[in-house]
């Protein structure tokens, strides 16, 4: 059983930044792969990034790429997503999630089994 909870969201100018952090309880962090999902009212869930159980494998969305960046420290077991120039069309609720899948690369909320409360992001124009 993995619990996760997400944290540092906020209003933020476009252009600016903020650090979302998810923080997972459960013996099996270090070898789960984690992902950033996003969501607004009204639409499907949205895959944002993943990251496997070392860190050497990460995907991001092309809404993403290159300004957003997603890491793990299994020591503190903790996954983070730095968002960087942020764009009003990032506006969202923001999901932490835990994968009992341990190789290839996870995309789709389905290979997901754990969710965290989400953390809510507003960037303003």
């Known amino acids: 059983q993995v619990q996760l909870v997400e944290s540092g969201g906020g209003l933020v100018q476009a252009g600016g930044s903020l650090r979302l952090s998810c923080a997972a309880t459960g013996r099996t962090f270090a070898t789960n792969t984690m992902g950033w999902f996003r969501q607004t009212p009204g639409k499907e869930r949205n895959f944002v990034a993943t990251?496997?159980?070392?860190?050497?494998?990460?995907k991001y969305a092309d809404s993403v790429k290159g300004r957003f960046t997603i890491s793990r420290d299994n020591a503190k077991s903790t996954v983070y997503l730095q968002l960087n120039s942020l764009k009003p069309e990032d506006t969202a609720r923001y999901y932490c999630?835990?994968?009992?899948?341990?190789?290839?690369?996870?995309?789709?909320?389905?290979?997901?089994?754990?969710w965290g409360q989400g953390t809510q992001v507003t960037v303003s124009s």
């Open positions: 990251i496997n159980w070392d860190g050497g494998t990460t």
């Open positions: 999630a835990a994968s009992s899948f341990t190789s290839g690369i996870l995309d789709k909320s389905f290979q997901y089994n754990y």
